[in-house]
């Protein structure tokens, strides 16, 4: 891999260009920099408590009643921050599935497409999720180039 770097004192914020001979491998790429520059825990609260949870746990975020709902396979927490600002703050592997919610990409198990709505099931949890048609192509697509 080649890397070339250029100092430029006029630039606001660090901008970087890749360069791949394929789809996959930039996106490989974009990820890795996006984690190395992306938090890996979140201040959220529960019953008055604040904790540090790691992202990697968290299954989605979900809006009910004006308030963000942080979900993990066994906790559920509670953010004040709105979900639009919670969306480009996240890693890349979390992905919008409704103007309701974000899921985590690497906790799905599985995707279900049906009649009555497509839904999302997770990883070591009962929990699920319904995805709307608006985003549902782009969730099936995100989860076949994961693998």
Do not use: C, W
């Not at 490989?28 to 959220?44: C, G, R």
């Not at 906790?75 to 600002?85: A, G, I, Q, V």
């Amino acid at each position: 891999m080649k890397v070339h770097v250029e100092i430029d004192s006029e630039l606001a914020e660090p901008e970087v260009v890749i360069k791949a001979p394929t789809a996959a491998l930039a996106d490989q790429l974009q990820a890795a920099l996006t984690a190395v520059q992306t938090p890996l825990t979140i201040t959220l609260s529960q019953r008055g408590s604040h904790y540090q949870v790691n992202l990697a746990e968290v299954l989605f975020f979900e809006v009910a009643d004006h308030q963000v709902t942080v979900h993990t396979a066994s906790e559920m927490y509670s953010t004040r921050r709105p979900l639009t600002e919670l969306a480009s703050d996240l890693p890349a592997n979390f992905q919008r599935v409704s103007k309701s919610a974000i899921l985590n990409r690497d906790q799905v198990l599985s995707l279900t497409k049906s009649v009555t709505g497509n839904l999302v099931h997770f990883q070591k949890s009962h929990k699920q999720l319904y995805v709307s048609r608006r985003f549902y192509k782009a969730l099936q697509i995100a989860l076949e180039r994961k693998g």
